[in-house]
Nanobody, 123 residues
């Protein structure tokens, strides 16, 4: 079992930056690949980025590539999402998720989820 808690969301103007954190507990964090997903109002939850258990491999959705960076600190049991050059269309609830397989882009492949953190980008 893995418990995940996101933090760092908030409101920012377009062009600004935020860094999300996801703290894990309950199991060996370094055994799990991690992902960030987001869900905008009235839309499905979508993949944003994933990182392998070691942190050596990452993938990004096209809409965020070059603006967002995923990283992890296995000593701190935490995965991060640095979001730069934010756009109003990035407004969503952001979720972190864990699973033992990599790469996996579908949310249905993930076994554990956080509660989400709201990111709002105003124009």
């Amino acid at each position: 079992q893995v418990q995940l808690v996101e933090s760092g969301g908030g409101s920012v103007q377009a062009g600004g930056s935020l860094r999300l954190s996801c703290a894990a507990s309950g199991s060996t964090f370094s055994n799990y690949a991690m992902g960030w997903f987001r869900q905008a109002p009235g839309k499905d939850r979508n993949y944003v980025t994933i990182i392998s258990a070691s942190g050596g491999s990452t993938y990004y959705a096209g809409s965020v590539k070059g603006r967002f960076t995923i990283s992890r600190d296995n000593a701190k049991n935490t995965v991060y999402l640095q979001m730069n050059s934010l756009k109003p269309e990035d407004t969503a609830i952001y979720y972190c998720a864990a699973n033992t397989r990599f790469p996996r882009y579908a949310g249905s492949s993930y076994d554990y989820w956080g509660q989400g953190t709201q990111v709002t980008v105003s124009s």
